[in-house]
Protein backbone atom coordinates (compact mmCIF):
# COMPACT_ATOMS: atom_id res chain seq x y z
CA UNK A 1 0.00 0.00 0.00
CA UNK A 2 2.96 2.28 0.94
CA UNK A 3 4.66 1.79 -2.23
CA UNK A 4 1.41 2.26 -4.28
CA UNK A 5 0.79 5.60 -2.32
CA UNK A 6 4.46 6.40 -3.37
CA UNK A 7 4.12 5.54 -6.96
CA UNK A 8 0.18 7.51 -7.03
CA UNK A 9 2.42 10.85 -5.75
CA UNK A 10 4.82 10.36 -8.21
CA UNK A 11 2.44 9.90 -11.16
CA UNK A 12 0.90 13.11 -9.89
CA UNK A 13 3.92 14.69 -9.62
CA UNK A 14 3.25 14.88 -5.58
CA UNK A 15 5.89 15.22 -2.60
CA UNK A 16 5.98 12.38 -1.14
CA UNK A 17 6.69 12.45 3.08
CA UNK A 18 7.28 9.71 5.06
CA UNK A 19 8.47 9.67 9.03
CA UNK A 20 8.32 6.23 10.91
CA UNK A 21 10.25 4.37 13.69
CA UNK A 22 13.52 2.90 12.32
CA UNK A 23 14.94 -0.34 13.25
CA UNK A 24 17.63 1.91 15.34
CA UNK A 25 15.15 2.22 18.01
CA UNK A 26 15.01 -0.70 19.82
CA UNK A 27 12.37 -2.57 20.70
CA UNK A 28 11.64 -3.18 24.47
CA UNK A 29 10.11 -6.64 24.73
CA UNK A 30 7.34 -5.23 26.81
CA UNK A 31 3.76 -4.00 25.64
CA UNK A 32 5.18 -0.68 24.29
CA UNK A 33 3.33 1.27 26.78
CA UNK A 34 5.44 1.68 29.78
CA UNK A 35 6.47 4.90 30.41
CA UNK A 36 10.16 4.61 30.30
CA UNK A 37 9.98 3.19 26.58
CA UNK A 38 7.75 6.10 25.69
CA UNK A 39 9.93 8.74 27.14
CA UNK A 40 12.83 6.73 24.50
CA UNK A 41 10.29 7.10 21.83
CA UNK A 42 9.67 10.51 22.26
CA UNK A 43 13.46 11.58 22.46
CA UNK A 44 13.39 9.41 19.24
CA UNK A 45 11.03 11.43 17.60
CA UNK A 46 12.04 14.82 18.76
CA UNK A 47 15.90 13.64 18.20
CA UNK A 48 14.94 12.77 14.43
CA UNK A 49 13.03 16.25 14.05
CA UNK A 50 15.64 18.41 15.09
CA UNK A 51 18.74 16.59 13.13
CA UNK A 52 16.45 17.18 9.75
CA UNK A 53 16.24 14.08 8.84
CA UNK A 54 12.80 13.19 9.74
CA UNK A 55 10.80 12.91 6.30
CA UNK A 56 11.92 10.77 4.15
CA UNK A 57 11.46 11.21 0.62
CA UNK A 58 10.80 7.55 -0.39
CA UNK A 59 9.25 4.46 0.93
CA UNK A 60 12.26 2.55 3.31
CA UNK A 61 12.01 -0.60 0.85
CA UNK A 62 12.50 1.18 -2.44
CA UNK A 63 15.58 2.63 -0.67
CA UNK A 64 17.08 -0.47 0.20
CA UNK A 65 16.25 -1.82 -3.30
CA UNK A 66 18.06 0.70 -5.30
CA UNK A 67 20.87 0.33 -3.34
CA UNK A 68 21.25 -2.66 -3.69
CA UNK A 69 21.32 -2.63 -7.36
CA UNK A 70 24.06 0.13 -7.39
CA UNK A 71 26.01 -2.41 -5.34
CA UNK A 72 25.47 -5.35 -8.02
CA UNK A 73 26.28 -2.70 -10.85
CA UNK A 74 29.36 -2.17 -9.18
Not at 39 to 67: C, I, M, T, V
Request: aromatic share 16%; glycine share 8%.
Amino acid sequence: MLNQTYSFAQRQRFSFNLTYVGKDMPENGGTGYETEYMLQLYRYGYDKARSGSFWEKKPPQREARQEAAKTVER
